[in-house]
């Protein structure tokens, strides 16, 4: 497996597990900042742990069983060489990088999009934010210090009121931020469902927030009847923030959800041993465990100090003759033959390809 295959698979699986624990012990319990700091965490662990590199563990494993093939994806190197040569790979590589353009173009049109629109309209400074009047179907919506209100909603009614109070909660808390930061990820490693995931669970966080921050004056009623006279899909690579924004059924929920959890310190406290747990899985040194003959003696006196290393470049081979003495005494040995990586300078840059025993034993 190659650097980049190993890396974004790894991102795939550490993604995939924090996630997985966000929702058994997190979904839709009333720790909204908790849990906004929490998904923004697992996207840049997964982004990170990938590239540390650990020796805590060692494994042996089998190609041929499913447990094996886990720990070799795990343990499967992140800057082994890729080959220089053309390869089938690279067209896969130039599809994804494709993608991520083609997304990272399509996020960049959504905000020149929004700055053309605060140019067009101008704005005015109200409460320290930039409210500036449109008549767009996406209205009320935030984006950085900018609030577009939509023309015909009056701030002066408690309605509206609640609504400048909601868009004022993603100004001022910064959500846009990291919107922004969880799209730009979302574009480039496209390929991972997780962080799709991640980025929609996200936004819904920044709705509870905002909600919160909106009914502050324990009006829920009001503001539930309001959420259901209007709303409209959200979009994935939308990096506004929407105040009719679905679902509206779990911002209603929320709502009226009580504040108190079980066990609630200790599912915050267990996120810290799965993020340990998957630097552990990332240490492990993967070994190739092969099937023992009975009838063959083992190898207790083998010492690598002893063994013969022949290279041939002509074929990418390298001969391993390793000398022992078997439970009588007798000296033998063992030949083992392996194929590896061309372009490699010396042993310690060789990526073994494959393997195979040569010669068991001999006198």
Known sequence: MDAITAYVAKSILASGLLFGYYCLALRNKKFNVYNRFYLLASIVLSLVLPLL??????????PN??????????????????????????????????????????????IAWIYRMKKKHGGIRVQGVNLIEVTVKQAPFSFLNNLFWKKGISLQQPE?????????????????YDKLF?????????????YWLIQKELGMIHEFIADAASIEDGDVDAFARMLLQSHNGGRYLSPEHQFFHSPIKRRLIMLTTSAKTSYSYARRVLALPVAAIIAVLFSVIVGNAQTVDPKLQPLGSIKPDNAKIERNPADSTITISVPYKDKSGKLKKRIFKMKY??????????RIMSDSLVQKSST
């Not at 590199?53 to 089998?62: E, P």
């Not at 969880?182 to 997780?194: E, G, L, R, S, Y």
Request: hydrophobic share 50%; net charge negative.
């Open 53 to 62: 590199k650990f020796t805590w563990l060692a494994v042996q494993a089998t």
């Open 65 to 110: 069983t499913a447990a094996g093939q886990v720990f070799i994806l795990i343990g499967a190197p992140n800057k082994a060489q890729v080959p220089v040569h053309f390869s089938p790979v690279w067209l896969a590589y130039a599809a994804a990088s494709i993608i991520s353009l083609a997304l990272c173009i399509i996020l960049t049109l959504e």
């Open 160 to 176: 509206g009121e609640k609504i400048f109070r909601h868009e004022l909660a993603h100004i001022q808390q910064r959500h846009t």
């Open 182 to 194: 969880a799209q730009a990820v979302t574009c480039i490693f496209w390929m991972n469902p997780f």
């Open 341 to 350: 990586m061309p372009g490699a300078h010396d042993e310690g840059e060789m």
